[in-house]
């Protein structure tokens, strides 16, 4: 391989990094752009304090595209440790695809798509957004309600 193809090879890297997939946060009703999070891997995870068993919950998400080229929001599964009001508690929950119990925690698998993904955070609950090594601590901000949506070239 000559200097030159190994140069342009370079430049087409990092043409593709620059078009990194991602997760805007803006404030839900201002509409206030507050970051931009690439994401790893088109995977992110939710992490929070259940404001009624006030024990650990973790939501998974991918990045999906359409045949459009958009990308959407798909939740993957949300492990937790205690049945608490607003946590499913059936096999039959909407989009699930399993339901089980390993390791002293409760496992939904689902395929859920998620129109708009809008987080009510509040300090007390440790509202966090994960992706590859990468943690944002999302109560930075104001406690209120916060719009997480996909875009295809994430400018941090």
Known sequence: MNKFTL???GAF???GDLQAA???ISQY???KLLTCVPVVDRKFELSFI???SLTPVKDYYRLDET???ELTINQTS????AHGQGLP??????DATSFKRKSGAFILEMDRNIGQLIVRTDRRFKNRLHTGNKHINLNQWPDSGLLIFPVSNCQP
């Open 50 to 52: 259940h404001s009624v």
């Open 22 to 24: 991602g997760l805007e």
């Open 29 to 31: 009703r201002e509409g």
């Open 7 to 9: 140069l342009l090879a």
């Open 78 to 81: 949300e492990v937790f440790l």
């Open 13 to 15: 890297a990092l043409v």
């Open 89 to 94: 508690s059936l096999v039959n929950e909407p």
């Open 67 to 69: 045949a459009s080229g």
